[in-house]
C-alpha cells in the first residue's frame, strides 16, 4: 500500500511522529513549505511509511504482519482535485483556506497529470474566472484530473450560479475538442459547496466512466468517484505475493 499524501484527505495524526525535518534541499523543485496540497513533506518517507503501519496496526487491535509496498517518493499520484486560482490551478494555502497558490507542476503527480496541468493552464489562460471562497463568487472552482494507467479524465468545477456560467460552459466545450484527455466533464456546484465532485454533470467528451486493470482483470469506475489506486504498485505487490 501507498501512502496516501492526499491534498484534502491527508491525516493530520502523520504528525505525531516527527523526527528531524526533511531538508529543504531534498525536495524536489515546485515543494514548498506553505503549500496546503500535502500535510507530510517536511517528513522523510522513510518515516512516513513507519507512521503508515504504526497507524494500520493501531487501527486493527494490534495485527502486525503487516507489508508496507512503496516505490518512487515522487510522481507518481494519479488523481488531484485542483483549485482554480487567478494564475492558474493550484493549491490552497497551508493554515490559510481562503488563499491560493497557483503550482506550474505538481511533484506527487504523475508526469501524464502534469502534462493535463499545463494544458489546462494554456488553454484558459489569462481568461480564469476563479472562484473567490470568501466572497462566493467566481466561475470556475476545481479542476479535477485523473490519469490510471489506461485512461485519462478532466472535470472542470464550476459555480453553477456565477453570472458567467453559460460563457464557461462553452470554454469547456472548446478546450474539450483540443484536449488530450480521453474524457471531459463539466461537474456544476452551488457556489456554497466545497465539494470537487457530483452527481450534476455533464460529459462534453468520451464517458463518465474511467477503465484500469488489476491482476489481468478490467475494471469501469465513475470519474466522479474517490477510487485511486496506484498502479505501480499494486503490479509490484501482486509480483511479490
Known amino acids: 500500500m501507498r501512502e496516501p499524501k492526499c491534498p484534502y484527505f491527508a491525516d493530520p495524526r502523520e504528525k505525531e511522529s516527527t523526527p528531524a525535518d526533511r531538508p529543504e534541499e531534498k525536495l524536489p523543485p515546485g515543494v514548498g513549505r506553505n503549500c496546503g496540497g500535502c500535510a507530510t513533506q517536511h517528513i522523510t518517507y522513510k518515516m512516513q511509511l513507519e507512521n503508515k503501519k504504526k497507524r494500520l496496526i493501531q487501527e486493527l487491535g494490534g495485527y502486525s504482519d503487516i507489508q508496507v509496498y512503496s516505490d518512487e517518493e515522487w510522481f507518481y499520484r494519479n488523481r488531484m482535485d485542483m483549485v482554480f486560482t487567478s494564475g ?41 474566472d ?41 470554454k469547456v466545450k472548446e478546450y474539450a475538442k483540443v484536449s488530450t484527455a480521453n474524457n471531459v466533464l463539466i461537474t456544476n456546484m452551488k457556489a456554497k459547496s466545497s465539494q470537487s465532485f457530483g452527481t450534476d454533470f455533464e460529459v462534453v467528451k468520451g464517458s463518465d466512466m474511467l477503465e484500469e486493470t488489476l491482476m489481468g ?17 499494486d503490479r509490484k505487490s501482486t509480483r511479490l505475493n
Open 130 to 170: 476563479s472562484f473567490n471562497v470568501k466572497t462566493h463568487e467566481g466561475t470556475y472552482k476545481y479542476a479535477t484530473i485523473r490519469t490510471p494507467q489506461n485512461d485519462s479524465s478532466v472535470s472542470i468545477v464550476l459555480n453553477k450560479q456565477s453570472e458567467r456560467y453559460d460563457q464557461a460552459v462553452e
Open 217 to 233: 482483470k478490467t475494471f469501469h469506475y465513475s470519474a466522479q468517484g474517490f477510487f485511486q489506486n496506484n498502479s505501480v504498485i
Open 88 to 128: 492558474g490551478l493550484g493549491f490552497k494555502e497551508r493554515g490559510k483556506w481562503w488563499r491560493t497558490l497557483p503550482v506550474k507542476q505538481c511533484v506527487i503527480s504523475n508526469s501524464r497529470l502534469n502534462e493535463l496541468i499545463t494544458e489546462i493552464n494554456e488553454f484558459f489562460g489569462p481568461e480564469f
